[in-house]
């Protein structure tokens, strides 16, 4: 893994779904079991170009969610590698049947793409912001779940899980991510990428909250409080290891997640250090809400997805640290 953080985090000119498209471009180019599935969102996910390039290992299902799901395990279980993909809610809460028996259950070799996470999802409104996938799908078995930041990230993921055996779950943001990492960078599925070295606290984050976990890592600098900072793009299997090593070094941590606080990465997190090395934790994301129709800049405040939490957080993190 060669992770190398940009110095200038700012937003990419190219979206997610874009880059999303022309990695599974390349990797059809290279790899004839290569189909792609999609349920009427063509172009809302971008992937128009591979249907133009490759319409006999292109199949939309229609508004079928759950029947694109079984004909991705019947794919599969022919000899295809399919990447079926919509958006988040449907791909997690209304496929979850089906990805559990027809995809996990029967060992069927399929790769799933949930867009729109949490609050990017924005004014399709509560009804499409899945703030509950990640849990869904952490309580299938041997299933593997990312969530990657930015569009060398996604690029790298996507290529990556063509190789393994398994069932794989994406969460995609669709539009621009903000750049994290420099063009080139690898990553090794299942470690979490340093991003900060830090010895008073450590901030674990995931997806869209990463740039904010280091604006407040900014933050925390100016007060004196030197935090470290861990991309956790993996959440199943999570990086056991990086978390202990970060709860014996630093005494606390917090996690930061577009995404409901119970049974995602903070629930994942906390479960590691109860059971190894029980420390001071707080949790920033959603608590335990329905998600509502609105800008993601007025959403991000509505929920606390903010540095500003983050701050906050680790400032009442560290106060229990000192009572310890």
Partial sequence: MTAIP???????DKEMRVAYCEALMDLASENENIVVLDADLMSSMGMVPFSKKYPERTFNVGVQEANMIGVAAGLSATGKIPYAHTFGPFAS???FDQIFLSCGYAKNNVRITGSDPGVTAAFNGGTHMPFEDIGLMRNIPDITILE???TTMLTDLIKQIAAPFGVFYIRLLRKNAIKIYEEGSTFEIGKAVKLLDGDDVTIIATGIMVDEALKAAEELNKKGIFARVLNMFT???IDKEAIIKAARETKAIVTCENHN?????GSAVAEVIVENYPIPMERVGVNDLFGEVGPESYLRGRFNLTKEEIVKKVEVVLKRKERR
């Fill in 235 to 237: 959440i199943k299997p």
């Fill in 6 to 12: 940009t110095k200038n985090r700012i937003e990419e």
């Fill in 261 to 265: 606080i119970i049974n995602g990465l």
């Fill in 93 to 95: 809460r209304r496929c």
């Fill in 148 to 150: 990657p930041v930015d």
